[in-house]
């Protein structure tokens, strides 16, 4: 069972457009959608839709085939090609160039075959030949990057086996993951790419860092930053309070008359490493809310007693 | 898969700084030395080593390789396109982190 794709739709055309308008159409969904540019949420689940619309839509010859399938179809639905389908076309050449083929849809792949799988398009050689080079990107969390961890990952690639069936096999690897590593590194796992040809050897698998999202600490290369509320006469008045840290919590000093937003450093205290980072401590005040009559009474004291204008700036 | 290999952990290096030669470098993006060239003349990426045999990349590289050849591929963009946008994502990038800094005022 698979679902019908409205080509169309997904490039925001008519069924009717020429081949100039889906070229327009492309480059414009394209820079809107693609991962590199895009900060849509969905941004490469488009990106792929799209480039698999417009593998089809562009080539004349299989648009005419997906165009004889009507109009009838409505996105989603539960698709079968017709009998008879694709009788006296043949999809030569055309298409599987330049998109990952891979990544196209069942509904493609029963309409167009998976043709065009060979992985790295170079011709069988005869000598032996290293294996591509692979590469994936791997979220950890902060705290593995200061303690050093170990993160099992599963990857899967396209394999052609014998007969010349296209499958995707999935292996799982268990990576180290070593301490103070950054976001946008990169580690190279030596032979754990893609396998080489006549006796060639394996290439390199290279994954790149990503950190996952934390609550409250934001990684900016090996800084960390921390937004810490504190209250009007804490940050007035200067203390002595507890932050937390990644590797546990410290005291730090409030100094008196501090200001909102004030950045506090605490050397040394971001991601390890020969040149550890800093963690930044931001400075937040926090109101309590006048909700009790004690409350109240306590800013209307304030208001008596402070001749405070905090539009002064502004002239008014 | 047999039992052993499930418990067997990788560890792989960390590519610093002038980690990479121009070489693994194009064998890691699967492009010719030539375009990565093209890639230095228009500083894209910056290797450390005055001349090709010593040139060095960094990991930082190995993701704008990358980025660059996508955004050839897929949006058509020629190398003054892509170091524009790079280098424009960059900065938003940064903002961005800055904002989300200051935001929460």
Redesign the interface.
């Known amino acids: 069972m698979m679902e019908y794709k409205d080509y169309y739709k997904i490039m925001g055309l008519a069924r009717e457009a020429s081949q100039d308008d889906i070229k327009r159409s492309y ?1 414009k969904l ?2 809107k959608y ?4 895009s900060k849509e949420a969905d941004a490469e689940a488009k ?1 792929k839709e799209l ?1 698999e619309a417009y593998e089809v839509l562009k080539d004349p010859e299989k648009r005419a085939a997906y165009d004889q399938l009507g109009a009838n179809w409505q996105a989603g639905q539960d698709f079968r090609p017709p009998p008879n389908w694709a009788e006296g076309f043949e999809f030569s050449g055309g298409g599987f160039t ?1 998109g990952d083929a891979g990544a196209f849809s069942d509904f493609f792949e029963q309409l167009f075959g998976k043709a065009g799988f060979h992985t ?1 398009g170079k011709a069988t050689r005869g000598g032996p030949a ?1 294996g ?2 692979s ?1 994936a990107k791997i979220h950890i969390n902060l705290v593995d990057s200061f303690l050093g961890a ?1 993160r099992s990952i599963t990857l899967s690639a396209p394999e052609m086996d014998a007969q010349g069936h296209v499958q995707v096999k999935h ?6 993951i ?1 301490k103070g ?1 950054k976001e ?7 032979g ?1 790419g893609h396998p080489g040809e006549g006796g060639g050897k394996n ?6 860092i990503a950190f996952n999202k934390h609550s409250f600490y ?1 990684v ?1 290369e090996a800084d960390i ?1 921390l ?1 810490l509320p504190v209250s009007p006469w804490e940050a007035a008045l200067g203390t002595k309070i507890k932050v937390p840290t990644p590797e546990g919590s410290v005291d730090l000093k409030i100094p008196a008359n501090s200001k ?2 004030s950045k506090l450093r605490l050397k040394g205290r971001g991601l390890p490493g020969q040149a550890p980072g800093d963690l930044y401590v ?1 400075l ?1 005040i926090t109101l309590p809310s006048a909700e009790t009559e004690k409350a109240k009474a306590a800013y209307q004291k304030l208001q008596q007693e402070l001749d405070f204008n905090p539009r002064k700036s502004l002239g008014v | ?1 047999n039992s052993h290999e ?10 610093e700084e002038g980690g990479l030669t121009l070489g693994q470098l194009c ?4 492009v010719h030395a030539e375009w990565v060239i093209s890639l230095v003349e228009e500083s894209i990426i910056e290797p450390q080593g005055e001349t090709i045999q010593y040139w060095r990349f960094s ?2 590289s ?2 704008r390789v ?2 660059a050849l ?2 050839q ?4 963009v020629n190398l003054a396109g892509i170091a524009l ?1 790079l280098d424009l ?1 960059e900065e938003i990038e940064n903002l961005r ?1 800055q904002m ?3 935001e ?2």
Do not use: W
Request: hydrophobic share 35%.
């Open positions: 480059r394209a820079r693609h991962p590199d540019v990106f480039g330049s790295s290293r591509q080079d590469h170990t292996r799982t690897l268990n990576i180290k070593p590593i946008g590194q990169h580690i190279r796992l030596t754990q290439g390199d698998l290279f994954l790149e934001r900016s930053y937004d909102q937003g931001v937040q | 898969m499930l418990f067997l952990v990788h560890t792989g290096e960390v590519i064998h890691a993006c699967d990991g930082t190995l993701g990358r980025a996508r955004l591929r897929d949006l058509g946008a994502l982190l989300h800094v200051a929460r005022g």
